[in-house]
């Protein structure tokens, strides 16, 4: 009970700190919804390769836009030199890591409930129709991208150039769970279920969450401590 209340006292403290400035909230609507627009413009919403395109490009979209949220993780402890201060704490770093996370993905959530609307106005495209396997795609996805997000943006914290490294490293890290919900999302804005061969996608999902999330609580102690 401890831990859960040190993990969620981390995330309150974060979404409190972000929804009062909405830095990194804003940025992140911001580009997705402008990649987004600019992509309609060098495209034919009613061909039938959009909607082949769909899942990629609406993954591409949240892929970069995430990088602007999940990059300000650890950068917003900086000042005062509050990260030392909670490494300090009596806060685990298992608990700080799973807060921040917790809070990240969060955030991350909005930012794709947020541009969903858009790009099915923009693309003329119903994507409501599978909305509920839709929606375990989209959290199966972006908790495993908030985990890689949220470690590396800790190991280059202190880093001059973190926001070209962040995403120079967890990018490839992604390819498999960007795969995984390319293939599934396009499947599923077209109108069709999940079935067959299409489920190995799904295991890919749940198994990648499983296997980074526990590397992440065990290497965050190296991580943030060394």
Known sequence: MRFLSQVMTIAGKDLKSEFRTKESLNAAVSFALVILV???FAMD???DQMQEMSGGLLWLVFAFAGALVLNRSFARELPND???ALVASPVS???LLLGKVIANFTLLLL??????????ILYNLDWTRQTGWLALVLVLATWGMTVIGTIFSALTVNLRLRELMLPTLIYPMMIPALMAAMRL????????????????WI????GFDIIFTSLAVALVDVVLVG
């Open 111 to 120: 930012v794709e409930a947020l541009c969903m609307p858009a790009f099915g």
């Open 45 to 47: 919403p009613t061909s």
């Open 82 to 84: 509050c990260l030392d």
């Open 93 to 95: 770093a298992a608990a």
């Open 185 to 200: 999302t396009t499947i599923l804005i077209a109108g069709n279920g999940i079935s067959g061969d299409d489920w190995i």
């Open 203 to 206: 295991r890919l999902l749940i």
């Open 38 to 40: 600019l992509f309609s």
